[in-house]
């Protein structure tokens, strides 16, 4: 790990620091102040010396020329008693060591001494020489004495001298005792000084140690509050619980660092604000504000985690409304919405209802709605899980039947709802969820607006779809696909006008197949885009045949059906040029059958591929017409040729009045727009007079013809012959219809 000095210790070492450059301050000063010490004893020695040498010299010089100027008379009479009074009265002073008298040769006169012991003695000391030399007075220095020469004159003659020596040692006793006073006195101040400066050193240590303290309260502290605080924002522990610190960091402080905590404790709110926010919109859906598929799975898992074991059951119910899509294209993304909404509405009264305290509620997007249950999980209702969903789920598929009322009319959708047990039926979330999404399908498949629960055989069920989309891929190559046609007859004469091709699969183990099931596995899985291409080519070249096989009579025209994936995929004017080209078949006798559905879906683009189509002369037809809720009013703005009133309005017009009255009206507002209208599934002579009777163009149906193998067809080209007229309908005729 890196060594980081914090704050704190920066400041510590930099005190440390500062603390030692003041030692080392200190250190210098003391040891000026002992070397001015020694300096000041030095020069106060110096001084001493040279004024007590002075003086003494002054006293000495005083003492030797008056006592020079009394020898005079006694060595002149050479009266020893005299001059030994004098020397002696010199030698009385305390500091005097000798006084010595001599003659002009530099011999003893007198010492002071009574029987004057170095009488006659030439002196041979060292100082000697020059202080018999003298002719004035001459003071001269050794270490321990002072000699002080002086001549005695007789008038001008030189009798002799006199040398008084001065013991030094009594003056440097003197000069050692003040040296000794000052020494004692400068070393006091000395001692004071270095007290002063423990006591300075001492302050400057204790000031140092309340500033750090001080520093590390309001100025560390604070800050490192912070880097904690900041730290838990930054592994995201902002709510109670995410296993941060709950201790925000606030201040009163009215300076700049209270400023900085005061901003950090905002910011710090504002984030959690938005996090808070944030979290939200990841979880809800913005639509109903249910919660979402993240959040439900979240919480699916965590149930799960938490039922381990319990012993609990629970129940997943996914929902989904019946051709929602229709809603969407035909009234709008708008009127989408508020469809939604109010079957969320709905779906939550009744889980507030029925599906007890823990139940969860979600939308996946789109249609689907997901619904969690616990089995009797306080729902005052006796019972399991799958007793709780099969309350649950029957009282949403009543609740969801009930009309929607829409921009001020009245829509019927259903919902198909499939519920997966846990544990029975998955023991995983994703196991879990993809079951109820099985059992849904199979909801739907039985017929929409009811539910199912999971079953094992429905897993086969979705393999044998897979099986098929597979199966699919290779079927025309294989030859498994063909064609039928239908006879489409003329109402006015009853003669055969066209035929609408019927795609045909012949499978070898699966036998015949559905349209309404393939169909839908090649709408689905996209093969429908290489599927829908073959079947107009091969339309086209049919139609070609039956004009060949019928020459001199009017041409038949073949009517396609296509698929909406093949009208969005945007080719389709490509397509079916290439298919006109090469067939050579009559751009007029080619009809193009395309679900309202497939149409309104984007009516921009529909209406622009359809223009171009109808430009080369192909007609357009729009099928099923009716099941969808667009009105007449969107052939204004969808080119076509025609309408196929669909066969569940046809297959009750003997029955019920409205869907006469309906037929009846759909005939002439298209009529007044110009558009052909085509009956389909007319199974009864009674519908064909009756549509006949309405002025509807055009019928097909088993009653004027099955759907048949291109052969058959042909075969029935050769003895074509118009209906008979239909009987005119009696009482009889409508009661036996009824039958
Ligand atoms: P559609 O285009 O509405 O076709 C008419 C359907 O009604 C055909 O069903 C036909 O057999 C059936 N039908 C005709 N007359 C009667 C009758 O009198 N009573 C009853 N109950 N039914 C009658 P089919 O052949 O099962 O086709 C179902 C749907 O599959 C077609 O409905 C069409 O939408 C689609 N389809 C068929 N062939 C193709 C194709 O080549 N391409 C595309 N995209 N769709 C196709
Ligand atoms: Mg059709
Ligand atoms: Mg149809």
């Known amino acids: 790990m890196k060594l980081r000095p914090g704050l704190h210790a920066q400041f510590l070492l930099m005190m440390g620091g500062g603390l030692l450059v003041v030692a080392a301050l200190i250190a210098l000063l003391l040891h000026r102040q002992g070397t001015m010490q020694d300096e000041v004893e030095h020069i106060s020695r110096v001084a001493m010396s040279e004024m007590a040498g002075d003086s003494l010299q002054r006293r000495g ?30 030698l009385r002073q305390s500091d005097t060591r000798y006084v010595l008298v001599f003659d002009a040769n530099g011999e003893i006169l007198h ?155 905002r910011m710090r709110d504002s984030v959690v ?49 019946d051709d929602f899509k229709r809603i969407n294209d035909t009234l709008g993304h708008d009127v989408g919405d508020e469809v939604l909404l109010q079957f969320a509405q709905r779906i939550r009264r009744v889980v507030d209802r029925l599906g007890g305290g823990e139940a969860m509620l979600a939308r996946f997007g789109g249609d689907e709605f997901v619904i969690l249950v616990e089995s009797d999980a306080g729902t005052g209702h006796e019972g399991d899980a799958r007793a709780v969903a099969t309350r649950l789920a029957e009282a949403l598929v009543t609740a969801l039947g009930a009309p929607l009322s829409l921009q001020g009319r009245q829509v019927f959708l259903g919902t198909s709802i499939g519920i997966s047990l846990f544990p029975d039926d998955a023991s995983s979330a994703t196991a879990l969820m993809k079951n109820g999404d099985i059992a849904m399908y199979q909801a739907k498949v039985a017929g ?74 090649a709408e689905q899985s996209g093969l429908i885009e290489t599927i829908g291409p073959r079947v107009l ?105 025609g309408v196929k009133i669909d066969r569940s309005f046809v297959a009750d017009i003997l029955r019920d009045p409205d869907d006469l009255a309906l037929t009846t009206a759909i005939i002439a507002m298209a009529h007044s727009l110009g558009i052909t209208v085509v009956a389909e599934g007319v199974e009864k002579e009674g519908q064909y007079g009756l549509l006949r009777e309405r002025g509807c163009d055009q019928a097909q149906g088993y009653w004027l013809g099955q759907p048949m193998a291109l052969e058959a067809f042909m075969a029935q080209l050769r003895d074509d012959r118009p209906l008979p007229e239909p009987a005119p309908r009696t009482v009889l005729d409508k009661m036996l219809d009824r039958g």
């Open 61 to 90: 010089e005083g003492t030797v020329v008056q006592l020079a100027d009394s020898l005079a008379n006694p060595m002149y009479y050479f009266d020893l008693d005299a001059i030994g009074a004098l020397v002696k009265a010199a």
């Open 111 to 265: 010492d002071g001494t009574d029987e004057i012991r170095g009488y006659g003695r030439p002196m041979t000391d060292p100082l000697a020489y020059e202080a018999i030399k003298a002719r004035r007075i001459h003071t001269q220095f050794n270490d321990e004495l002072m000699d002080v020469a002086m001549p005695v004159m007789i008038g001008s003659e030189r009798v002799g001298g006199v040398r008084v020596g001065y013991d030094l040692g009594a003056i440097q006793a003197t000069r050692e005792g003040a040296i000794g006073d000052l020494r004692t006195r400068l070393d006091d101040l000395g001692r004071r000084n270095v007290t002063w400066l423990a006591v300075f050193g001492a302050g400057l240590l204790l000031l140092g140690l309340g500033v750090s303290w001080l520093v590390r309260r309001s100025l560390v502290q604070p800050i490192r509050a912070l880097a904690d605080a900041a730290r838990e924002i930054e592994l995201g522990q902002l709510e109670p619980g995410d296993g941060g610190d709950r201790r925000l960091p606030s201040s009163a402080r009215a300076d700049e660092l209270g400023d900085l905590v005061r901003a950090f404790g």
């Open 273 to 321: 604000r938005h996090d808070r926010d944030i979290r939200r919109m990841a979880y809800t859906d913005a639509l109903t504000g249910l919660a979402n598929r993240l959040a439900f799975r979240e919480a699916l898992d965590q149930h799960l985690l938490c039922l381990h074991g319990a012993g609990r059951e629970l129940a997943l119910l996914f929902a989904d409304i």
């Open 448 to 521: 929409k607006n009811c539910y199912r629960f999971y079953s094992r055989a429905m897993d086969q069920a979705v393999e044998r779809r897979v099986h098929m989309e597979q199966e699919l891929r290779g079927a025309w190559a294989r030859g498994e696909l063909s064609l039928a046609y239908q006879p489409i007859h003329r109402l006015s004469d009853g003669r055969l006008v066209g035929a609408e091709a019927l795609l045909r699969w012949q499978h070898p183990e699966l036998g015949q197949v559905a349209p309404s099931v393939f169909i839908d596995v």
């Open 537 to 641: 080519h091969a339309a086209c070249r049919d139609a070609v045949h039956w004009q060949r096989a019928r020459p001199g009579e009017p041409p038949l025209f073949v009517s396609v059906n296509v698929s909406p994936r093949q009208l969005r995929s945007g080719d389709l004017p490509q397509v079916v040029a290439t298919s006109l080209a090469d067939s050579g078949l009559d751009p007029q006798h080619l009809h193009v059958e395309l679900t309202e559905t497939a149409v309104i879906g984007d009516e921009i683009l529909a209406g622009k591929l359809l223009s171009r189509l109808r430009e080369t002369g192909v007609k357009v037809w729009l099928d099923d017409f009716g099941t969808g809720f667009s009105g007449l009013s969107h052939l204004r703005r969808v080119p076509v040729d």
